[in-house]
């Protein structure tokens, strides 16, 4: 499952393809795919923006356009983003035309990644996104703060790194390292 910094590198690695284009055709193949709006919705909602911004929240990839629209993407355990199609590609779940002619594809597998395309106010519909705690190298993750999230609950400490409410973007790979580490 991609983590915070493999998150953060597909981030840096689409920005100078998407920042500054327009969408212009949003194909949703998977109707699994899309959590918020419907998937017509999500695609008329998305075509003709103009990407403004992409960076990362926790393991989810934010992409802000001129609309106000936020585009949402969460990879989960087998979800890619790429400009390159592989031929005989089996797994294509959407693509994203921009008006250069470039297109972002999006693969997965195993079916579990998720997107979301919301307005402001519609913050609700967003699940575990909205209930992200701090990340883990923002100055509001200290530890003071920590330690007071310590005191307060009696779950395992790994449970508790893992917990997206606590810590954003931490997954088992990192979470067993920084244990490993500490000596836990």
């Known amino acids: 499952m991609p983590e915070l910094p493999e998150v953060q590198t597909i981030v840096r690695d689409l920005a100078p393809l998407v920042t500054g284009r327009r969408i212009t055709q949003v194909q949703v193949l998977d109707p699994l795919l899309v959590r918020f709006p419907d998937r017509e919705e999500f695609a008329r909602r998305l075509t003709g923006t103009k990407i403004t911004e992409i960076s990362r929240r926790g393991k989810y990839i934010v992409i802000s356009t001129d609309e106000e629209l936020t585009w949402l993407i969460h990879l989960r355990m087998t979800g890619r983003l790429t400009p390159n199609l592989d031929a005989g590609e089996r797994h294509l779940r959407a693509s994203f035309t921009l008006e250069d002619g470039q297109i972002i594809y999006y693969c997965d597998l195993r079916r579990f990644g998720d997107m979301w395309a919301w307005y402001p106010g519609e913050d609700a519909r967003l699940g575990g996104y909205a209930l992200l705690g701090p990340e883990p190298l923002h100055q509001d993750f200290c530890p003071t703060w920590f330690?007071?999230?310590?005191?307060?609950?009696?779950?395992?400490?790994k449970g508790l790194l893992l917990d997206q409410k606590v810590v954003a973007g931490l997954g088992n790979i990192y979470v067993d390292e920084a244990l490993f580490f500490s000596g836990d």
Do not use: N, S, T
């Not at 330690?147 to 400490?157: N, T, Y």
């Open 147 to 157: 330690g007071q999230v310590l005191k307060q609950r009696k779950a395992p400490i």
